[in-house]
């Protein structure tokens, strides 16, 4: 299984709503991590978990928090987002949090606040 | 500070032709060159990747080159296909980030048929 799934696929949430994102990944992958990707943009690193630890957090906004249950599951948790926060959200493994480990992306979930 | 410029921002190719995108970096630690490819609706893919310690790779249709003096590096891609359409990204990584990428700004291409 060489796939990265993310589910739903789209999600619309209100201002004070809360709503998970879920990715899993089953190549043993001990590095995971979420992206966020506005149209016509790059992704955007958000956070990386390394062997179920968090290692980085690029200054991401309190309203979203990770959490790895196993080394094949990620979530992010979104509670109280604002409509700028409507994006595209990546997850993606590596073998390792290290230089020269191909990422496979997920398809991504939709998300739109209203 | 964006750190890896890509350019053009589009690019319109016919069946068969060339297609070239560019990247040039600033921080001379980046130590590895990826490209992916993303269509609509799906997660970037890894395409191809190159580190500096060659000026050029090559896999089928897709070709990297790389100029470590002027700190650029290039995709082309050979006898583009309509199948090709898509946005191309480069990216760049250094040993001290683990395996953070840098992206560029992203490159539509467009093959027509």
């Known amino acids: 299984d060489t796939e990265v799934t993310q589910t739903p696929k789209h999600l619309v949430m209100g201002m004070t709503n809360k709503k998970s994102l879920k990715c899993e990944q089953h190549m043993g992958h001990r590095a995971m991590y979420w992206y966020k990707q506005k149209a016509k943009k790059p992704p955007e690193l958000m956070f990386v978990?390394?062997?179920?630890?968090?290692?980085i957090n690029e200054s991401v906004p309190s309203r979203f928090s990770p959490e790895c249950p196993n080394s094949s599951l990620l979530n992010l948790h979104l509670h109280a987002l604002q409509p700028e926060d409507s994006a595209l959200y990546l997850c993606?493994?590596?073998?390792?949090?290290?230089?020269?480990?191909?990422?496979?992306f997920g398809p991504g979930t939709r998300l739109t606040v209203l | 500070q964006q750190q890896v410029k890509q350019s053009p921002q589009s690019l319109i190719v016919q069946k068969g032709g060339i297609s070239i995108i560019n990247c040039a970096y600033e921080n001379t630690a980046f130590d590895y060159f990826p490209w992916y490819q993303q269509f609509p609706g799906k997660g970037p893919a890894l395409l191809i990747a190159?580190?500096?310690?060659?000026s050029e790779k090559k896999e089928g249709r897709f070709t990297i080159s790389f100029n470590k003096s002027a700190k650029q590096f290039s995709l082309h891609i050979m006898d583009s296909q309509p199948g090709d359409s898509a946005t191309y990204f480069c990216?760049?990584?250094?040993?001290?980030?683990?395996?953070?990428?840098?992206f560029g700004e992203g490159t539509q291409l467009t093959v027509n048929p």
């Open positions: 978990y390394s062997y179920e630890k968090l290692s």
């Open positions: 990216a760049a990584n250094e040993e001290t980030s683990g395996s953070r990428l840098t």
């Open positions: 993606a493994s590596s073998p390792r949090d290290k230089i020269y480990n191909e990422q496979f």
């Open positions: 190159i580190r500096p310690d060659v």
